[in-house]
């Protein structure tokens, strides 16, 4: 099916009266995911937006609850309001990477409530890629700038229309509320094969890189991986994958909150001891955290590669570390026989 962008424009500022529309918006001159009231608001001829949408599930600071003495009593709060929300214009690497952020934060053992109830309420429209940042490589991950998985609903762009198909029942039910769909023309489908059959530029080989991870956690390779690296945590707080966090408690008085905020293990306190011993005392080390936490624990935790190739770490690092060129080295190290 197919929908004319100005009939898609108007479903959308209708579906505002009752969810939250989330979508890509100019954000002090770059392009980030935040809250637009009409779809005039929307921009969607971007090559990936600065930010990943994961902050909308995940906040970067969080107030978990707070409490307050009073009397010999305690009260405590935790007021979490979701509303449905639609999160519109998500890119395959982005919709991808919330499917890994719910195998962390929802799964057999657990799953954390504020994480969910936005995760639960909130529907994915996904936009294929027409135009490919030259660091992207999603393709080497299973995916493409076509791939429709984690989308609810998800739309390829015409020109003048979208291509509009439904992925989850979730989708389907979103769909049903938007009003204009037409039949797709043989010219159209061409399009959308066109678009379908497209890949990143850029690719890197991950075949073999879980395996041999296996093996390499005392490698020479990481002698000098991190040499160059900041600390400054860019390419982790830019990642649409990465999410750990620290909880604390900020009490004064006779009130305080437990708090939740982003780390990253590029920091060097991430992995401070009290004792003042820090396991991971070089940049070196929390390189190699970094890809064996993406490409092995998650793999063997989880049954997929925690990156997505959206190229955000490449583009926000600032003295330019590469992880395609990581994981090549990795590809290339020799492993020693004993
Ligand atoms: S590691 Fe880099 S390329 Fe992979 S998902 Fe994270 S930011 Fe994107
Ligand atoms: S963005 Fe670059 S310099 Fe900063 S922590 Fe990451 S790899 Fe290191």
Not at 11 to 38: T, W
Not at 79 to 100: Q, Y
Not at 192 to 200: F, L, Q, R
Not at 316 to 328: E, H, K, M, T, Y
Request: charged share 25%; glycine share 6%.
């Amino acid at each position: 099916m197919k929908i004319s962008k100005e009939k898609f424009g108007q479903s959308f500022d209708a579906l505002a009266a009752d969810y939250q529309m989330i979508a890509p918006v100019n954000d002090s001159g770059a392009v980030n995911f935040k809250a637009a009231k009409s779809f005039s608001d929307v921009k969607l001829d971007y090559l990936n937006s600065k930010l990943p949408p994961k902050s909308l599930l995940f906040p970067q600071h969080e107030t978990l609850l707070s409490y307050k003495k009073e009397g010999k009593d305690v009260i405590v709060k935790n007021e979490l309001n979701v509303g449905k929300t639609i999160f519109f214009g998500i890119r395959p690497c982005d919709a991808k990477s919330m499917l890994l952020l719910d195998k962390v934060f929802k799964n057999d053992m657990f799953t954390d409530p504020y994480y969910y109830e936005r995760r639960n309420n909130t529907t994915i429209i996904g936009v294929a890629c027409n135009k490919i940042a030259p660091n992207c490589f999603c393709s080497s991950l299973g995916l493409s700038p076509a791939s429709s998985e984690g989308s609810d609903i998800f739309l390829v762009d015409l020109g003048d229309s979208y291509q509009i198909e439904a992925v989850t029942e979730k989708g389907k039910d979103l769909l049903a509320k938007i009003q204009g769909l037409e039949e797709l023309s043989s010219a159209d489908q061409a399009v959308v094969d066109t678009v379908k059959s497209a890949k990143t530029a850029s690719e890197v080989d991950v075949a073999v890189i879980t395996s041999k991870l296996d093996s390499m956690f005392n490698h020479s390779y990481w002698d000098s991986l991190g040499e160059k690296c900041l600390g400054c945590n860019a390419c982790t707080f830019s990642c649409p994958t990465c999410h750990c966090f620290d909880i604390s408690e900020e009490y004064r008085k006779n009130e305080g909150s437990r708090v939740r905020t982003w780390d990253s293990c590029m920091a060097p306190l991430f992995t401070l001891h009290g004792s003042g011993h820090n396991p991971r005392n070089n940049q070196n080390a929390r390189w190699r955290q970094r890809l064996m936490h993406k490409f092995n624990y998650f793999v063997h935790n989880n049954g997929d590669m925690a990156c997505v190739g959206c190229g955000r770490c490449i583009k926000s690092c600032p003295v330019n570390l590469d992880i395609r060129q990581a994981i090549d080295g990795v590809n290339k190290a020799e492993l020693v026989v004993e």
